[in-house]
């Protein structure tokens, strides 16, 4: 008997060779490139605050000392304390797990339908084009931001709800996208040659015409996120959003901005500047991951 057992399927060499090819593009691009890779490196300090944000946090980010309040930024208090003594580096640190869930979570969700909603419409045509572009122009129709206050109004202010509709806001974009992609793919030489190979139509779509599309998704993908993020974050300072006293970066400059006043800057400072980090880490990792994954751009 092999070593690997009766029922176990080796890996193909030809799947490991190009993800080690794959790999070897990404270290290419990213050394390459210094904002790129700064990009992704913020990214990576980003994600490890998710991860380990409680490990990493020097206080507990929801206790309160109010013989602390409203201190400076000090060596004990790397960004201060709010109005209730809760340490704000900590509570920034903490934050980045549920800011990031959401992003994360929404553009999945959004990936899933409006992308494939997409394929769907520009591969098929006919009615189904026709009720996709509906649905797509239904929501274009109202004021985006708008559109994701109604309907966190409506269902409630809970981190599902923030997912959904952000995730309902940015449908008309990645179903225009992948109509597009696909409308103009879905005559293309290798596309006849796998129907003529047997093909069932959804199969060409889903293996053919979808890995064709993904380098322009994925930037789309990083840009959202950005956006997914400052979404969260507004309904959050207008209090639609994740209730307080959970760490969120959009209720935490929200609490703070009454108080630049007064002069306790700090408050709102420090959240407003990892929120715009965050958004400016996606919006610049959009081109380098168009280089890593679009195979026309390997060498």
């Not at 193909?12 to 990213?30: D, E, M, W």
């Amino acid at each position: 008997m092999s070593a690997l057992g009766e029922g176990a399927a080796p890996v193909a060499p030809g799947r490991l060779s190009g993800l080690f090819a794959t790999l070897g593009h990404a270290r290419y691009v990213i050394g390459g490139n210094p904002v790129t890779g700064f990009a992704f490196g913020l990214l990576g300090l980003l994600v490890i605050c998710a991860i380990f944000g409680p490990m990493l946090a020097p206080y507990d980010p929801l206790m309160s000392d109010t013989l602390a309040k409203l201190q400076p930024p000090s060596a004990k208090h790397w960004f201060g304390t709010d109005a209730l003594g809760r340490d704000i580096l900590s509570r920034v640190i903490v934050a980045a797990r549920l800011d990031l869930t959401i992003a994360v979570a929404s553009v999945a969700l959004v990936f899933a339908f409006g992308g494939l909603a997409g394929i769907a419409a520009g591969f098929f045509g006919g009615w189904t084009d026709r009720i996709v572009g509906r649905i797509a122009d239904t929501i274009m129709a109202f004021p985006l931001f708008v559109l994701a206050m109604g309907i966190v109004a409506a269902l409630g202010n809970t981190v599902t709800n923030i997912v959904i509709a952000t995730a309902i806001i940015n449908f008309p974009l990645y179903a225009r996208i992948a109509r597009a992609e696909a409308s103009v793919r879905r005559e293309a030489g290798y596309v006849m040659a796998a129907r003529l190979s047997g093909n069932s139509e959804w199969r060409i779509a889903l293996t053919t015409i979808m890995p064709n599309i993904l380098p322009i998704m994925m930037v789309q993908m990083s840009l959202t996120m950005g956006y997914a993020i400052l979404n969260a974050a507004g309904l959050s300072f207008i209090g639609l959003g994740v209730r307080p006293p959970t760490p969120e970066w959009g209720i935490m400059v929200a609490e703070g901005s009454g108080s630049i006043i007064s002069g306790e800057w700090w408050i709102a400072l420090f959240p407003g500047v990892a929120l715009m980090l965050a958004v400016f880490c996606f919006n610049l990792i959009g081109d380098g991951l168009r280089d890593i994954v679009d195979p026309q751009r390997r060498t």
